[in-house]
């Protein structure tokens, strides 16, 4: 079992910058991948960003060149760095691992992009 934690949600103004920091707890030795997820109210959730095993990092195309993860497997942190948020809006942003073939997530932290 893994246990996540997410933290660093809040409100930001449109052009603004945010981070969000998940660390992760419990079986974290099989952990591969790791990464951000969010959704808006009545939308399916969507990949932000995720890094697969230290190997490559996937970003959706509407966050690159804006938001940036990193993951540090000493610590078991992964953190998602944006930069330019936009557009207005209420997300809530979770924290995903895979870990032996299992998903885990986060409870999730509220982004609010508001002016």
């Known amino acids: 079992q893994v246990q996540l934690v997410e933290s660093g949600g809040g409100l930001v103004q449109p052009g603004g910058s945010l981070r969000l920091s998940c660390a992760a707890s419990?079986?974290?030795?099989?952990?591969?991948?790791m990464g951000w997820y969010r959704q808006a109210p009545g939308k399916q959730r969507e990949l932000v960003a995720i890094?697969?095993?230290?190997?490559?990092?996937n970003y959706a195309d509407s966050v690159k060149g804006r938001f940036t993860l990193s993951r540090d497997n000493a610590r078991n942190t992964v953190t998602l760095q944006m930069n330019n948020v936009n557009p207005l809006g209420t997300d809530v942003y979770y924290c995903?691992?895979?870990?032996?073939?299992?998903?885990?997530w986060g409870k999730g932290t509220l982004v609010s992009v508001t002016s």
């Open positions: 995903k691992d895979v870990s032996y073939g299992k998903e885990y």
């Open positions: 419990g079986s974290v030795f099989g952990i591969a991948a």
């Open positions: 890094d697969i095993s230290g190997l490559r990092t």
